[in-house]
Each structure stands twice: as structure tokens, then as C-alpha cells.
């Protein structure tokens, strides 16, 4: 993947999950401005706040169980 597609508006298909997701990573790898990554992604902090945990799960789980 490459960071133009972490960056670029997410497509309406994905869920507000996702995007949180995705803005977390962004926001986790690439030191964007928060308000920026929040308005590409189209998600709030609250967004964020619901979805964290379970980004953090996804980024912590071992290598073998991610098939």
C-alpha cells in the first residue's frame, strides 16, 4: 500500500470502522495533522475514541493469526 492510498478520501464502501482505522495508522505512521487525517477519513474523535481499542488488538495480535 502506499501512503498516497492512506491518505486520499476513503471510498463510501468502507465502514466509519474502517476509516477510523485507517485514519489511526495514518495518524500512528505518517505524523499528519490530526484535523487533516480526521477530514480525509471523514471520521470524528469520538470515531477514534469508539474504535481504538480494537486498532490496538488488530496492531497487536502475532504475525501467525494474521491470515
Given at each position: 500500500m502506499?501512503?498516497?492510498a492512506?491518505?486520499?478520501?476513503?471510498?463510501?464502501?468502507l465502514?466509519?470502522?474502517?476509516?477510523?482505522?485507517?485514519?489511526?495508522?495514518?495518524?500512528?505512521?505518517?505524523?499528519?495533522?490530526r484535523?487533516?487525517?480526521?477530514?480525509?477519513?471523514?471520521?470524528?474523535?469520538?470515531?477514534?475514541?469508539?474504535?481504538?481499542?480494537?486498532?490496538?488488538k488488530?496492531?497487536?495480535?502475532?504475525?501467525?493469526?494474521?491470515?
Amino acid at each position: 500500500m502506499t501512503v498516497t492510498a492512506l491518505i486520499s478520501p476513503p471510498s463510501s464502501s468502507l465502514s466509519r470502522q474502517h476509516r477510523a482505522w485507517i485514519a489511526l495508522y495514518s495518524l500512528d505512521s505518517y505524523h499528519r495533522k490530526r484535523e487533516e487525517v480526521l477530514r480525509l477519513n471523514d471520521v470524528t474523535e469520538e470515531d477514534l475514541q469508539e474504535f481504538e481499542e480494537s486498532w490496538l488488538k488488530l496492531r497487536c495480535r502475532p504475525v501467525g493469526l494474521a491470515r
